[in-house]
C-alpha cells in the first residue's frame, strides 16, 4: 500500500492495490494449506496450536463470584456435553463441595428429584395461562409450548378480580399442578413469562424476546408426543442451577428416546436460548439435527422464595368467585397489557387479617414472606461486561 499511494493515477493506484491484496491473499492461503498437511502427518502439532492460541472472549474471561459459584472458578464455563435430565449438575464441570450439595439437597426442587423413579416415571403437569386481556398472539405461543410439555395444560384466563396469579396459583397446587406458567403480554406482543413452582414455589420472571413459532423456521420437523430429552449448557453457579432445576422440573425425569427429540436451554451471557430438535444418527461419530420449534430467548429478571401474593379485593363474609375458563373472543383492544408478576407487592400491600377462606375449589396462597427475593437483576450489579450470574 505503500508504494501505490504514491501513484498519482487514480485508476492505476487501484490496479497495484487489488493486484498486491490479491498476492497477500494467495500467500496466506498457500501457508495455510502446508499447516494442513503438516498437522495431518503430526496431530501434536495441531494440539499445540489449539492450546496456545485461545482467543480472548466475554465468556472465557468472566468475572468469577467465588460467593455464588459452585463449580471451580479456574475451570471453564463451558459445557458442550449432554446433561443427563435427572441430573442438574453438568458433567463437564468439577462437582460442587459438600455446601453446594446441601443447598441442592434442601432446596424446594429436592421433593420432586428424590421421589422421581426411573421405574415408573410420572409426568409433571404443567397448567398454562396468559395475563388478562391476551389477544391471538399469546395463545399462539401458549399452543407452541404446550407441545413442549408433556404434561402441559393450557386454560384461558378470565378477566376480573378473583383470577390474580396467586389465586390460580393456589387452585393449580390443590389439583396436583405442579408448575404455572403465566405468558404476558405487552401491546399484543408475549414479553415475558412468570414459572412457579407449585405448591409453595419459588417464582421466577423471565423477558420473552425472539420469539420464532414453528410455522415460522424453514424446513421445520413435526413434533411427537415423545417426552423429550433436555440439555442445560452452562448452569454452573448457584442461581444457575436453581434456574436449571426449575426448569427440570417441568420434564419427565426419564425421556422416551425413540422419539429423538431433545430440548436445549443454552445459558450464554445470563441469555437462555430455547431451541427443540430431533436427531438423526448418520454414523457412529456423526448426528444430523432439524429443528422442531419454536425458538425464544429468556432472561431472568428475578427470583422469588414462595408464591405470589394477592391481595384480598373482597370485603368481610364475601369469596372470590371460582376459577373459570375464558371460553370467549380474546380482547382486541389497543390498550397496553399491564405486567400483573411487577404489581405483586402492590397487591401484597393489600392483604387484611382476619378475611374467611375462599371456597373449597380456590385454595388462597400463603401470606407469609412472599415477597422476598432470592435473587433481582439490577443494572449496578452489572459492574463490566464480564459479569454474569448464572
Not at 72 to 99: F, L, R
Not at 168 to 193: Q, T
Not at 263 to 291: C, G, I, M, P
Not at 369 to 390: A, H, I, N, Q, V
Request: hydrophobic share 35%; aromatic share 8%.
Amino acid at each position: 500500500m505503500g508504494r501505490s499511494s504514491k501513484i498519482r493515477n487514480k485508476l492505476k493506484r487501484e490496479d497495484v492495490y487489488h493486484a498486491s491484496k490479491k498476492r497477500r491473499t494467495q500467500e496466506k492461503l498457500k501457508k495455510r494449506l502446508e499447516q494442513v498437511e503438516e498437522e495431518k502427518k503430526d496431530p501434536a502439532k495441531k494440539q499445540k496450536r489449539l492450546a496456545e492460541n485461545i482467543p480472548r472472549t466475554l465468556d472465557n474471561t468472566r468475572e468469577f463470584d467465588p460467593s455464588l459459584l459452585t463449580a471451580n472458578p479456574a475451570a471453564s464455563t463451558s459445557a458442550n456435553a449432554p446433561v443427563d435430565p435427572s441430573s442438574s449438575i453438568s458433567p463437564s464441570v468439577p462437582q460442587p463441595d459438600s455446601e453446594a450439595l446441601f443447598d441442592v439437597s434442601t432446596d424446594p426442587f429436592a421433593p420432586y428429584f428424590s421421589s422421581s423413579s426411573t421405574d415408573s416415571p410420572v409426568t409433571p403437569k404443567v397448567l398454562i395461562t396468559t395475563s388478562q386481556r391476551a389477544t391471538r398472539v399469546s395463545y399462539e405461543f401458549c399452543e407452541e409450548i404446550v407441545g413442549v410439555f408433556p404434561g402441559a395444560e393450557f386454560v384461558r384466563r378470565k378477566k376480573g378480580q378473583g383470577f390474580e396469579i396467586g389465586k390460580i396459583a393456589g387452585w393449580a397446587a390443590k389439583r396436583g399442578y405442579g408448575s404455572l406458567i403465566v405468558v404476558n403480554e405487552d401491546r399484543k406482543k408475549p414479553n415475558a413469562i412468570t414459572i412457579v413452582h407449585l405448591p409453595a414455589g419459588p417464582t421466577a420472571y423471565f423477558k420473552l424476546s425472539s420469539i420464532q413459532l414453528t410455522k415460522e423456521i424453514y424446513g421445520h420437523a413435526r413434533a411427537t408426543a415423545h417426552a423429550p430429552e433436555l440439555v442445560l449448557n452452562n448452569f454452573v453457579t448457584r442461581l444457575g442451577h436453581t434456574v436449571g432445576r426449575m426448569f427440570q422440573t417441568l420434564f419427565p425425569p426419564l425421556p422416551e428416546f425413540q422419539g429423538r427429540q431433545v430440548v436445549t436451554l443454552h445459558n450464554q451471557r445470563d441469555f437462555l436460548f430455547f431451541r427443540r430438535h430431533r436427531y438423526a444418527f448418520r454414523s457412529t461419530e456423526k448426528a444430523a439435527l432439524q429443528e422442531i420449534g419454536p425458538r425464544f430467548t429468556l432472561k431472568l429478571r428475578w427470583l422469588k422464595k414462595g408464591v405470589p401474593s394477592v391481595g384480598s379485593a373482597f370485603g368481610a363474609g364475601e369469596h372470590p368467585p371460582a376459577l373459570a375458563v375464558d371460553v370467549g373472543e380474546e380482547a382486541e383492544g389497543d390498550e397496553p397489557e399491564r405486567d400483573e408478576t411487577r404489581d405483586g407487592e402492590a397487591e401484597a400491600a393489600g392483604v387484611q387479617a382476619g378475611v374467611k377462606r375462599a371456597p373449597s375449589d380456590v385454595v388462597d396462597p400463603p401470606k407469609g414472606g412472599l415477597d422476598e427475593y432470592e435473587w433481582m437483576w439490577k443494572p449496578e450489579l452489572e459492574t463490566s461486561r464480564r459479569t454474569f450470574f448464572l
